[in-house]
């Protein structure tokens, strides 16, 4: 059974820090490009970051470019965001997402949560004081 299962979220103040990880059974993530979505109450998912299947290309949307970081380790089977610096703004469910490598830059990924194949089923983040 193929899965990607979300952890590491929670309650953090603003200004706070998280590290979300996202971690893969039954499929290797080498071949697959990874991205980070949220989706917060009443708003559509939307890209955060995305890295490519070797790890080379990183993207981060410019809300949080700055503050988030993607990375992974294909060892492990992992893919990980670094979020610094949180803001209440931050608040959403975040999920990880894998699709097939290929052409499109991880900046084109980033927009088209549609084209991804397998999905999590995501990790709260909270930002309140």
């Known amino acids: 059974q193929l899965q990607l299962v979300e952890s590491g979220g929670g309650l953090v103040q603003p200004g706070g820090s998280l590290r979300l990880s996202c971690t893969a059974s039954?499929?290797?993530?080498?071949?697959?490009?990874i991205g980070w979505f949220r989706q917060a109450p009443g708003k559509e998912r939307e890209g955060v970051s995305c890295?490519?299947?070797?790890?080379?290309?990183?993207y981060s949307r410019e809300p949080v470019a700055g503050r988030f970081f993607i990375d992974r380790d294909n060892a492990k089977n992992a893919v990980y965001l670094q979020m610094n610096s949180l803001k209440p703004d931050d608040t959403a469910v975040y999920y990880c997402?894998?699709?097939?490598?290929?052409?499109?830059?991880?900046?084109?990924?980033?927009?088209?949560?549609?084209?991804?194949?397998?999905w999590g089923q995501g990790t709260q983040v909270t930002v309140s004081s």
């Open positions: 039954g499929f290797s993530l080498d071949n697959y490009a």
């Open positions: 890295v490519s299947s070797r790890g080379y290309n990183t």
């Open positions: 997402a894998a699709i097939t490598a290929g052409i499109t830059t991880v900046q084109g990924l980033c927009a088209r949560p549609w084209d991804f194949e397998y």
